[in-house]
T-cell receptor, first 112, second 110 residues
C-alpha cells in the first residue's frame, strides 16, 4: 500500500492558469508538509500542517494556498501560475513535527 | 537564520568508504536528519541524530557533534546503487523548522 500518494505525477500548464495538487497519506500521521524542489535540487519547505494548525512559510507567495479537508489529506492550490513555479512539488508526512518524514513520489509541474 | 553547508558533488569507488560532511548554523537545534534521494525519486529517511556520537545502521553510519555544528554520513562497502543525493536536514525546533541542505550528489564508479 502506498504510504503517501500525490496526484497528478506530471502537470503541464500555461502561465496564468490555476491548478491543484492532491496529497493523501494512510499512515495515520498528524503532520503533513509541502516542499518545492527547484531545478538546482534544493528542497525547500513551503507549508506544514499539524492537526488543525497550518504553518505558513512567509517566503511563499500567497498565490499558493494549502487546503486540508481532513488529517489524511493536504492539497495545494496554485493561482495565476508563473514560469518560476516550475519545479517538483513533494508532499510529506510525519508522526509528529520532529519525526522522520515520509515523502510522496512528487509532482513535476511545468509552466509554459 | 539557517545555514547548512555540504559539498555539492563527490565521487567514490565501488567497495570503498565515503564520508559526506555537513556543517550547520541554525537558530535552534533539536537534531539532524540524513535523507537519500535517487534521481527522479522522493527523499527517503536514513538517520536522525540527537545526541553527540556515532550511530551505525548497517553500511551507513551518521555522526553528530552539537558543539561543533557538524555531522557526517559514512557509507561503507559502496555499491553502485548508492549513487544518489544525500540531504542533510536540521530540525531546529518549533513549527516546520526542518531545513534541508542543498544535498551532496554522490557518484559511485566501478
Amino acid at each position: 500500500d502506498t504510504a503517501v500518494s500525490q496526484t497528478p505525477k506530471y502537470l503541464v500548464t500555461q502561465m496564468g492558469n490555476d491548478k491543484s495538487i492532491k496529497c493523501e497519506q494512510n499512515l495515520g500521521h498528524d503532520t503533513m508538509y509541502w516542499y518545492k524542489q527547484d531545478s538546482k535540487k534544493f528542497l525547500k519547505i513551503m507549508f506544514s500542517y499539524n492537526n488543525k494548525e497550518l504553518i505558513i512559510n512567509e517566503t511563499v507567495p500567497n498565490r499558493f494556498s494549502p487546503k486540508s479537508p481532513d488529517k489524511a489529506h493536504l492539497n495545494l492550490h496554485i493561482n495565476s501560475l508563473e514560469l518560476g513555479d516550475s519545479a517538483v512539488y513533494f508532499c510529506a508526512s510525519s508522526q509528529r513535527q520532529t519525526y522522520e518524514q515520509y515523502f510522496g513520489p512528487g509532482t513535476r509541474l511545468t509552466v509554459t | 537564520g539557517q545555514n547548512i553547508d555540504q559539498p555539492t558533488e563527490m565521487t567514490a569507488t565501488e567497495g570503498a568508504i565515503v564520508q559526506i560532511n555537513c556543517t550547520y548554523q541554525t537558530s535552534g537545534f533539536n537534531g539532524l536528519f540524513w535523507y537519500q534521494q535517487h534521481a527522479g525519486e522522493a527523499p527517503t529517511f536514513l538517520s536522525y541524530n540527537v545526541l553527540d556520537g556515532l550511530e551505525e545502521k548497517g553500511r551507513f553510519s551518521s555522526f553528530l557533534s552539537r558543539s561543533k555544528g557538524y555531522s557526517y554520513l559514512l557509507l561503507k562497502e559502496l555499491q553502485m546503487k548508492d549513487s544518489a543525493s544525500y540531504l542533510c536536514a536540521v530540525d531546529s525546533g518549533g513549527y516546520q523548522k526542518v531545513t534541508f541542505g542543498i544535498g551532496t550528489k554522490l557518484q559511485v564508479i566501478p
